[in-house]
């Protein structure tokens, strides 16, 4: 086993408070502590925002940044403001000029998360998502692993997944993280590392801020987009990676006990990246280790994701000229 590909990123925990960080706030960067909101900010009172989570690798031998799938982020936080009737000003491409200049700016020479958000600056209380003002801010700070990608012991969560006629899961809406930090504190309560949830209908939706994979009989099996879940980006780079690998794929409804008979079980995420679930509510998972494929898919992964693999060049763009 290549131990230093399954360490994935490096860097400090993002659960630690950042006191370092660059933001872009108002046309302008500026130190992270600088990019200030109002208490009575609508965003804030109830949460009527979006955001995107995306990461920058370092590639110390290229001495180069490499952003992952950027210009797919940005569209998605284009898709999530048109959910919650945001106008942002920027269009894809400025966004991804902004975030390179961002990263300049902060001088990163180390694993970075990004955090673009969108919210509803508006000083008002009312509920409505129309003719309020909107702001755009997008910050950087350096991070590691978000969580462990050796093994990891998950419950299945009492907290059923908002359905996407409550909240929309297929966006990446502030409030609607509740619903994650919820099924999370609780499985930690419980001694377990991650919460899978269901969906209303009782069928697997995803991990609390990743999308959930499983395998059985050789094919790599996921939920569909229309079972609650966002719709992971990380997730399409795992099933491009298993179609080039000769994997087959499928994506259909999964019951919470094919986990429990599953050969392996994993989730994907840009925090999370590739991340095997070793233990779900007690029982081993597989072998209760690492399981083969992935491991294939993690070292494809972690190698692509730094600008190390020539056939997916096109998933990073460079930061530093
Ligand atoms: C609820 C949820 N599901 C899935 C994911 C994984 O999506 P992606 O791979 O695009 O980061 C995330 C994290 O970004 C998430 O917050």
């Known amino acids: 086993m290549n131990t230093e590909t399954l360490a994935g990123a490096s860097g400090p925990s993002p659960t630690q408070e950042f006191d370092e960080g660059t933001a872009f706030f108002h046309g302008r960067m500026m130190p992270l502590a600088d990019a200030q909101v109002s208490i009575a900010t609508h965003a804030l009172q109830y949460g009527t925002g979006c955001f995107e989570g995306i990461r920058a690798y370092w590639n110390e031998e290229q001495q180069n940044l490499y952003l992952l799938k950027a210009p797919e982020h940005y569209q998605r936080f284009h898709d999530s403001c048109r959910m919650i009737?945001?106008?942002?000003?920027?269009?894809?491409?400025?966004?991804?000029?902004?975030?390179?200049?961002?990263l300049r700016t902060g001088?990163?020479?180390q694993d970075v998360y990004i955090r673009p958000v969108a919210f509803k600056a508006s000083r008002v209380i009312k509920l409505t998502l129309k003719d309020l003002r909107d702001d755009v801010a997008i910050y950087a700070v350096p991070m590691g692993n978000y969580i462990d990608v050796g093994g990891l012991h998950a419950i299945v969560s009492a907290w059923t997944r908002v359905s996407d006629n409550?909240?929309?899961?297929?966006?990446?809406?502030?409030?609607?993280?509740?619903?994650?930090?919820?099924?999370?504190d609780d499985a930690h309560e419980k001694g377990y590392d991650e919460a899978i949830l269901l969906g209303a209908d009782g069928h697997v939706s995803e991990g609390a801020g990743s999308n959930l994979f499983m395998v059985r009989?050789?094919?790599?099996?996921?939920?569909?987009?229309?079972a609650d879940i966002l719709e992971g980006i990380t997730r399409s780079i795992v099933m491009?990676?298993?179609?080039?690998n000769g994997i087959p794929v499928a994506e259909r409804p999964i019951d919470r006990t094919e986990l429990y008979v599953a050969d392996e079980v994993f989730l994907t995420g840009t925090g999370?990246?590739?991340?095997?679930?070793?233990?779900?509510?007690?029982?081993?998972?597989g072998s209760g280790r690492r399981g083969p494929m992935v491991g294939r898919l993690q070292d494809a992964f972690f190698r692509a994701v730094r600008g190390d693999d020539p056939n997916h060049r096109d998933w990073v763009l460079p930061v530093y000229d």
Request: aromatic content about 4%.
């Open 85 to 102: 009737r945001i106008l942002c000003p920027y269009a894809v491409e400025d966004l991804l000029e902004i975030t390179r200049a961002l």
């Open 166 to 184: 409550a909240i929309p899961a297929r966006s990446k809406l502030t409030g609607s993280y509740v619903n994650m930090a919820l099924a999370s």
């Open 217 to 226: 009989r050789g094919t790599l099996i996921t939920p569909p987009v229309t």
């Open 240 to 244: 491009e990676l298993a179609e080039e």
């Open 107 to 109: 001088g990163f020479r």
């Open 272 to 285: 999370a990246q590739i991340a095997p679930i070793t233990a779900i509510d007690g029982r081993m998972v």
